[in-house]
């Protein structure tokens, strides 16, 4: 499969903070991706750097082979939404619409009728007017009718209720199966997208912390429960991420996967080993890191 | 369609876009000055003449400084380029300059053949315009609007690459710039020769081409603005 995007040491600071420190990795064709992290961790400046919205300090930015800063042929082939998206005060819903189907190419009138309808969104209400989650809703149907090659959803799931995401969640699945394109979904609600992403970036801090197969990830990790005296003698050897104790219960979440005759050694010992989702590695990775200058970073 | 005529289709979709708020203001002054001199105006000698032309000039500095300033971050966030958007509103601006330069030789023309409006009032016709060439009158009034309507895309790159706060930051430095120009032109005793190079020169070419030059001057402090301004 080939990469849409290649990203290579790329850096952006702000004064004396870097939002996003040396980053490498590529996106490749028609995947979906989840760029994950804390807030604060740098993904929607990296969203808005592969796009052209903010200018890099350092590094390359490859969009199918070249620059997208300033680069019309790429960045209509792009489309990215965010929670911090403007629109001009009198501009009305059906305004957007019309806006989105003269600059998106393969934008799909029907699809965004129909998607219009899903969200109960009126055409005619101002956008200033909307809702939380109607202005979510407006973005997630932009993004999904553009079918833009490349699709970056920055957590655009703000006040929608579960409903609401789930449909969004189906439609994305639907869409993407018929028409693939690559989708990189920036989310705190890593729960309940896990079972679309197929590749996992987590950032930290402005850095790569992970870049793996969603499927791979799912071993990355386990959670170790049982008698305490267990639990550290199963655990012994193996990088501990983290560690809870209840009464005479000890959960930890370890780095790694255990091996058959371990697994029935704990079994043996009444401590039960089972994979972490993806959700509960993603805590414990970036748990230890609490948000503050990032000085070090920068020298 | 090319992308910046899409853009300008998307400039357009609203009826309330900024391309109409110069006229209703306008025509607000012309109803204002109108009923006013109907009746003060007799005891003008010579028939009132009225600046309130002004009011379409300054809006459109308005008008274009607020649709940079709201639809610039819009287009940027659906992967619109920076210079396409400059291309589009000169094209879209300038097409607007050059129609309401039609359309005030047409108020023009009724106010001469209505002698002025009924009531010897001069609001369209001004005197100082070329008046015996309806070319030359078309192009000075576009010429002056379009040089109005850029500076208004270069405050509006300001505004929204600086903040309100550089905005004024700006204004204040030119204020100093421009004052000490002033201190030193007096000092020198040069405001007659100042004064003398333009007076020298036909009204046609002061209110034509010293307009174009303001405005491909602030076209050019807009795009290179723009540049860096970030979505």
Redesign the interface.
Same mark, same amino acid.
């Not at chain 1, 499969?1 to 870097?18: N, Y």
């Not at chain 1, 999904?144 to 703000?158: G, I, K």
């Not at chain 2, 010429?143 to 690459?161: D, E, K």
């Given at each position: 499969m080939t990469a849409v995007v290649t990203v290579e040491g790329l850096s952006k600071t702000f004064g004396r903070v870097a939002a996003v420190d040396r980053v490498s990795f590529e996106l490749r064709e028609n995947r979906v991706y989840g760029l994950l992290g804390r807030n604060g961790a740098g993904k929607t400046t990296l969203m &808005?750097l592969l796009?052209? +919205?903010?200018?890099r300090t350092a590094g390359e930015i490859r969009v199918f082979g070249e620059d997208p800063v300033?680069?019309?042929s790429v960045?209509?082939r792009?489309?990215?939404i965010?929670e911090s &998206?403007?629109?001009?005060? +009198?501009?009305?819903v059906r305004?957007v619409l019309?806006?989105?189907a003269?600059?998106?190419p393969n934008w799909d009138a029907h699809f965004a009728a129909s998607l219009v309808a899903d969200f109960a969104l009126p055409p005619k209400r101002p956008v200033k007017k909307l809702s939380r989650g109607m202005l979510s809703a407006l973005g997630v149907i932009v993004g999904l009718a553009a079918r833009a090659p490349v699709t970056l959803f920055d957590e655009p799931y703000l006040g929608l209720d579960a409903v609401a995401r789930q449909l969004f969640y189906d439609r994305l699945l639907a869409d993407v199966a018929e028409h693939p394109r690559t989708v990189v979904l920036s989310t705190h609600l890593i729960d309940e997208v896990a079972d679309l992403l197929e590749h996992v970036i987590l950032i930290d801090h402005g850095r790569v912390l992970l870049d793996q197969e969603a499927d791979a990830l799912r071993g990355e990790a386990a959670l170790v429960t049982g008698p305490a005296g267990a639990v550290d003698v199963l655990t012994a050897g193996h990088q501990v991420l983290h560690t809870e104790r209840l009464g005479a219960v000890t959960r930890t979440t370890v780095r790694g996967s255990f091996d058959a005759d371990t697994l029935a050694d704990a079994r043996a010992r009444g401590v039960a080993i089972d994979p972490a989702t993806l959700q509960q590695l993603v805590v414990r990775l970036t748990t230890h890191s609490i948000p503050g200058p990032r000085e070090e970073a920068t020298r | 369609?090319n992308?910046a005529l899409?853009?300008v289709?998307?400039q357009t979709?609203?009826a309330?876009?900024g391309l109409v708020w110069p006229w209703i203001i306008m025509a607000g002054a012309f109803v204002i000055n109108v009923a006013l001199f109907s009746v003060i105006g007799d005891e003008i000698p010579g028939g009132p003449k009225t600046g309130a032309l002004m009011s379409i000039f300054i809006v459109a500095i308005v008008s274009s400084t607020v649709l940079v300033y709201?639809?610039l971050?819009?287009l940027?966030?659906?992967?619109?380029?920076?210079?396409?958007f400059v291309a589009s509103s000169a094209v879209l601006w300038t097409a607007w300059a050059l129609a309401s330069g039609v359309g005030l030789y047409l108020c023009a023309l009724v106010e001469r053949a209505t002698d002025g409006w009924w009531i010897d009032l001069t609001f369209f016709d001004l005197p100082f315009l070329t008046r015996d060439n309806p070319i030359l009158q078309i192009l000075e009034y576009a010429a002056t609007l379009t040089a109005m309507v850029f500076l208004g895309f270069a405050l509006g790159t300001v505004l929204l690459r600086w903040g309100a706060s550089g905005f004024w930051i700006i204004t204040l430095g030119a204020t100093l710039v421009l004052g000490a120009i002033a201190v030193v032109i007096t000092w020198q005793h040069w405001w007659d020769n100042i004064f003398g190079f333009f007076a020298d020169q036909p009204v046609s070419v002061l209110l034509t081409v010293w307009p174009t030059a303001v405005a491909a001057l602030a076209g050019g402090v807009t795009y290179l603005v723009l540049?860096?301004v970030?979505?």
């Amino acid at each position: 499969m080939t990469a849409v995007v290649t990203v290579e040491g790329l850096s952006k600071t702000f004064g004396r903070v870097a939002a996003v420190d040396r980053v490498s990795f590529e996106l490749r064709e028609n995947r979906v991706y989840g760029l994950l992290g804390r807030n604060g961790a740098g993904k929607t400046t990296l969203m &808005q750097l592969l796009t052209g +919205q903010q200018f890099r300090t350092a590094g390359e930015i490859r969009v199918f082979g070249e620059d997208p800063v300033e680069n019309e042929s790429v960045l209509a082939r792009m489309c990215f939404i965010k929670e911090s &998206q403007r629109y001009p005060d +009198q501009f009305q819903v059906r305004h957007v619409l019309a806006s989105a189907a003269l600059l998106y190419p393969n934008w799909d009138a029907h699809f965004a009728a129909s998607l219009v309808a899903d969200f109960a969104l009126p055409p005619k209400r101002p956008v200033k007017k909307l809702s939380r989650g109607m202005l979510s809703a407006l973005g997630v149907i932009v993004g999904l009718a553009a079918r833009a090659p490349v699709t970056l959803f920055d957590e655009p799931y703000l006040g929608l209720d579960a409903v609401a995401r789930q449909l969004f969640y189906d439609r994305l699945l639907a869409d993407v199966a018929e028409h693939p394109r690559t989708v990189v979904l920036s989310t705190h609600l890593i729960d309940e997208v896990a079972d679309l992403l197929e590749h996992v970036i987590l950032i930290d801090h402005g850095r790569v912390l992970l870049d793996q197969e969603a499927d791979a990830l799912r071993g990355e990790a386990a959670l170790v429960t049982g008698p305490a005296g267990a639990v550290d003698v199963l655990t012994a050897g193996h990088q501990v991420l983290h560690t809870e104790r209840l009464g005479a219960v000890t959960r930890t979440t370890v780095r790694g996967s255990f091996d058959a005759d371990t697994l029935a050694d704990a079994r043996a010992r009444g401590v039960a080993i089972d994979p972490a989702t993806l959700q509960q590695l993603v805590v414990r990775l970036t748990t230890h890191s609490i948000p503050g200058p990032r000085e070090e970073a920068t020298r | 369609m090319n992308r910046a005529l899409q853009v300008v289709r998307i400039q357009t979709l609203t009826a309330q876009n900024g391309l109409v708020w110069p006229w209703i203001i306008m025509a607000g002054a012309f109803v204002i000055n109108v009923a006013l001199f109907s009746v003060i105006g007799d005891e003008i000698p010579g028939g009132p003449k009225t600046g309130a032309l002004m009011s379409i000039f300054i809006v459109a500095i308005v008008s274009s400084t607020v649709l940079v300033y709201q639809v610039l971050p819009f287009l940027l966030g659906f992967g619109v380029t920076r210079r396409t958007f400059v291309a589009s509103s000169a094209v879209l601006w300038t097409a607007w300059a050059l129609a309401s330069g039609v359309g005030l030789y047409l108020c023009a023309l009724v106010e001469r053949a209505t002698d002025g409006w009924w009531i010897d009032l001069t609001f369209f016709d001004l005197p100082f315009l070329t008046r015996d060439n309806p070319i030359l009158q078309i192009l000075e009034y576009a010429a002056t609007l379009t040089a109005m309507v850029f500076l208004g895309f270069a405050l509006g790159t300001v505004l929204l690459r600086w903040g309100a706060s550089g905005f004024w930051i700006i204004t204040l430095g030119a204020t100093l710039v421009l004052g000490a120009i002033a201190v030193v032109i007096t000092w020198q005793h040069w405001w007659d020769n100042i004064f003398g190079f333009f007076a020298d020169q036909p009204v046609s070419v002061l209110l034509t081409v010293w307009p174009t030059a303001v405005a491909a001057l602030a076209g050019g402090v807009t795009y290179l603005v723009l540049r860096r301004v970030s979505a």
